[in-house]
């Protein structure tokens, strides 16, 4: 299910309206980058070869983004563009407005639209992702998707849709690891992305279990973190500001882990959340 882009990143095929689409397996993310700080992040990004861009509507930075992508020598074509729309925008109509406004903050369609979170409460995902195959059935978007749902969200969506999301981006990481979700990803041809990779506030990265790893192979615990994610499968947009971890991000396809070491870090699942539970969040 991979094959390589221009740079030497992985990618894996999303399902489109018809065939396939491939999105790199290590993206950049602009979640809490300042809409004034995400120009030069994302020319750093680029610099260094990233070619996948991941934002949203809540973030406050896609004009931010829009600039980035308008100042690049990069070919938009080459560039895969990510948004998403946020939840006091779903339903069926408002998704539509909504889409038109991102676009016109990015200045291009993107490639992908997620719903941000399902937030059950309000019953309007299931209209919100008949929105988004609209966008894909016309063109103006190559793959739909979601983010934050649980498996009876995404079954309930196959079951009044008669299609699963091509994807499904959630909280991930080695202490939330979400064995029977990517278990349900994995059966229906759903692509597991992971938001915050690294989980937060640093916990994971001093951890002494991946500290082995990590001083094992000559990397840093970041890197290690971040092979992971790609040995798992997963497509996977850390963040950062500052060029030299962007480098840093980037730099993991120049060695692998072994089997013990993916199996030692399975071990290190907690099933603890940094963010919301999908299942509550409104």
């Not at 700080?37 to 260094?48: G, H, K």
């Not at 409460?121 to 739909?144: E, S």
């Not at 994807?167 to 692509?191: G, K, M, S, Y």
């Not at 990590?214 to 500052?242: C, Y």
């Amino acid at each position: 299910m991979t094959d390589t882009t221009s740079t030497a990143v992985p990618a894996v095929a999303l399902r489109a309206a018809t065939g396939t689409t491939p999105i790199p397996q290590l993206g950049f993310g602009v979640f809490q980058v300042d809409d004034k700080d995400t120009p030069p992040a994302i020319a750093s990004a680029l610099e260094v070869g990233y070619r996948s861009i991941d934002t949203a509507r809540i973030y406050g930075n896609e004009d931010g983004v829009g600039r980035a992508l308008a100042a690049t020598d990069v070919p938009r074509d080459e560039i895969f563009l990510t948004t998403k729309v946020w939840n006091d925008d779903q339903g069926y109509d408002k998704t539509l407005k909504a889409f038109d406004a991102s676009v016109a903050k990015l200045g291009s369609e993107p490639d992908l639209y997620l719903i941000h979170w399902p937030t059950p409460k309000h019953d309007t995902y299931v209209d919100t992702f008949r929105a988004l195959l609209k966008l894909r059935d016309d063109g103006r978007i190559k793959v739909a998707g979601v983010c934050n749902f649980n498996i009876e969200h995404l079954q309930r969506v196959y079951d009044e849709l008669g299609e699963y999301p091509a994807i499904n981006q959630v909280e991930l990481h080695p202490l939330l690891q979400q064995q029977e979700l990517r278990d349900f990803h994995a059966t229906h041809d759903i692509v597991t992305e992971a938001w915050s990779p690294l989980a937060q506030g640093g916990e994971l990265l001093k951890d002494a279990t991946i500290g082995k790893i990590a001083d094992t192979k000559g990397v840093s615990p970041a890197q290690a973190i971040l092979r992971w994610h790609i040995q798992m499968g997963n497509v996977v947009i850390p963040k950062s500001v500052t060029p030299s971890r962007i480098k840093e991000n980037f730099d993991i396809f120049g060695f692998e882990l072994d089997a013990d070491d993916m199996s030692t870090i399975a071990r290190l699942d907690q099933g603890g959340r940094v963010g919301p539970d999908p299942a509550e969040f409104n």
